[in-house]
């Protein structure tokens, strides 16, 4: 009875271990990217898949959350596996998809929106600054790229997040340049410039460091297969 007790739970240990590779594999995940989501070493996830030890049942339930899960699912041996991951942890694309470009579309026009009955409102009830109202749409164009930035920053690459900061810190500068007036106001386009370079340089270290994990990744990989 014992020996098929230790079978048993060899064969489960197996069946887990199968079930983490699949899943983290789906999500387009490394074992050191999983690691830094469930605090946990890339050592300790190794272990996990190579069927050396199994996880805790914590481990396990904080894992079936991040792949949008339940624990019993790792536990079930299967051909392929179907991942109903959240948003945050599906791999990050240089693009919007059709929905995507909807959602940023109808959020930018909610800014635009708001810019218009602004405008109306300086018209109608404070006329003595209607000549000035013009400068909401001015303030528009920096507002609607930080709308724009949230959604690159849950859904597109590095290199997009730094395009859209560049867009932000210049219509940022367009805006203060004719809405604030001080005394050589053009130098806001001046401060921009340092600006723009630690865009460059914020995303260029990006940059590195997953060119970085990546190298990391095939080291580990050709170190394994050795």
Excluded at 51 to 75: C, H, M, Q, W
Excluded at 127 to 144: D, R
Excluded at 160 to 189: D, G, K, P, R
Aim: glycine share 2%; aromatic share 12%.
């Amino acid at each position: 009875m014992s020996e098929n007790f230790y079978d048993e739970s060899e064969k489960l240990k197996e069946v887990i271990a199968s079930n983490l590779v699949k899943y983290r594999k789906a999500m387009n995940l490394t074992q050191i990217e999983l690691s830094e989501k469930v605090n946990y070493s890339d050592k300790n996830i190794s272990r996990w898949e190579r069927g050396e030890s199994v996880p805790e049942v914590t481990v396990l339930k904080r894992l079936a959350d991040l792949y949008g899960i339940s624990v019993n699912d790792f536990l079930i041996e299967k051909s392929e596996v179907d991942v109903n991951a959240n948003q945050d942890i599906k791999k990050k694309t240089k693009l919007f998809n059709k929905k995507q470009t909807i959602i940023i579309l109808l959020s930018v026009m909610i800014v635009w929106l708001v810019a218009i009955l602004v405008y109306c409102a300086f018209h109608s009830f404070v006329p003595n600054l209607k000549n000035e109202a013009w400068k909401v749409f001015l303030l528009a164009l920096p507002v609607s790229t930080i709308v724009v930035l949230v959604f690159t920053s849950i859904w597109c690459t590095n290199l997009m997040n730094a395009i859209v900061v560049t867009v932000l810190i210049w219509t940022m500068a367009i805006a203060i340049y004719f809405c604030v007036q001080f005394e050589s106001n053009w130098l806001i386009f001046i401060v921009a410039i340092p600006v723009q370079f630690m865009d460059i340089l914020w995303f260029t270290l990006r940059k590195i460091k997953s060119n970085g994990k990546k190298g990391l990744k095939k080291s580990n990989e050709k170190n394994t297969k050795q």
